[in-house]
């Protein structure tokens, strides 16, 4: 069973930064192998993609809405994932979604979810 548990959200004001956390547990692969996701769900709005990290190589690739402002990164000795938000925007505030996504070479894949952490950007 997979758990994922975010952490590092907050009330910042605008032009201030947060980093977010996304540990994950219970996984079956190494957890290198799996593709890894924030997402972000505003009141009344989609959830939409903001940054995406792969396996293996680790690439990595942003919303426009963040690139520039947001970086996703890992940490596989600790199973581990971040998001630093530096420059941060009313527009930013949302619920943000650690997305979890079994390798490519997995037949039937499956994606796992965290619980959220709220982002508020406000003065």
């Known amino acids: 069973q997979v758990q994922l548990v975010e952490s590092g959200g907050g009330l910042v004001q605008p032009g201030g930064s947060l980093r977010l956390s996304c540990v994950a547990s219970?996984?079956?692969?190494?957890?290198?192998?799996?593709?890894m996701s924030w997402y972000r769900q505003a009141p009344g709005q989609e959830r939409e993609l903001v940054a995406t990290?792969?396996?293996?190589?680790?690439?990595?690739t942003y919303a426009d809405s963040v690139k520039g402002r947001f970086t996703i990164s890992r940490d596989n000795a600790k199973n581990t994932m971040y998001l630093q938000m530096n420059s941060l925007k009313p527009e930013d505030t949302a619920v943000y979604y650690c997305?979890?996504?079994?390798?490519?070479?997995?037949?039937?894949?499956?994606?796992?979810w965290g619980q959220g952490t709220q982002v508020t950007v406000s003065s």
């Open positions: 997305y979890f996504k079994t390798p490519p070479f997995v037949v039937v894949p499956r994606v796992d």
């Open positions: 219970g996984f079956t692969f190494m957890f290198s192998s799996y593709v």
């Open positions: 990290i792969t396996s293996v190589s680790g690439s990595t």
